[in-house]
């Protein structure tokens, strides 16, 4: 079992920036590919932004490309999730994610083919 836990989440205003940490713990997600998606008030929780377990794939929804980075420190089983030039059409609930296929090449969407979730940390963005 994984547990994982977001912080860096709060109220920023447009223009800002933001940097969520997701922590592992009950193993090591050094194998997992790891996700990020956000749920607005209203709205399915939807894919942001994902890395392979090495690090050296991404993937980002259209709306976040260019604003948005995610990196990951697996001595640290950490993942980050970098926010850059903040709108208030971020703003929603971040979940960080553990897909559980060890050492995949595919970073997955759908928020179905992850096994592990955090609770999610709320970011807002006022204009």
């Known amino acids: 079992q994984v547990q994982l836990v977001e912080s860096g989440g709060g109220l920023v205003q447009a223009g800002g920036s933001l940097r969520l940490s997701c922590v592992a713990s009950?193993?090591?997600?050094?194998?997992?590919?790891m996700g990020w998606f956000r749920q607005a008030l209203g709205k399915e929780r939807e894919f942001v932004i994902g890395?392979?377990?090495?690090?050296?794939?991404?993937r980002s929804a259209d709306s976040v490309r260019g604003r948005f980075a995610i990196s990951r420190d697996n001595a640290k089983d950490t993942v980050y999730l970098q926010m850059n030039d903040l709108k208030p059409e971020d703003s929603a609930v971040y979940y960080c994610?553990?897909?559980?296929?060890?050492?995949?090449?595919?970073?997955?969407?759908?928020?179905?083919?992850?096994?592990?979730w955090g609770q999610g940390t709320q970011v807002t963005v006022s204009s």
């Open positions: 994610a553990a897909d559980n296929l060890p050492r995949s090449r595919y970073v997955q969407t759908n928020s179905e083919d992850y096994d592990y």
């Open positions: 009950g193993r090591t997600i050094s194998r997992d590919n």
């Open positions: 890395i392979t377990w090495s690090g050296d794939f991404r």
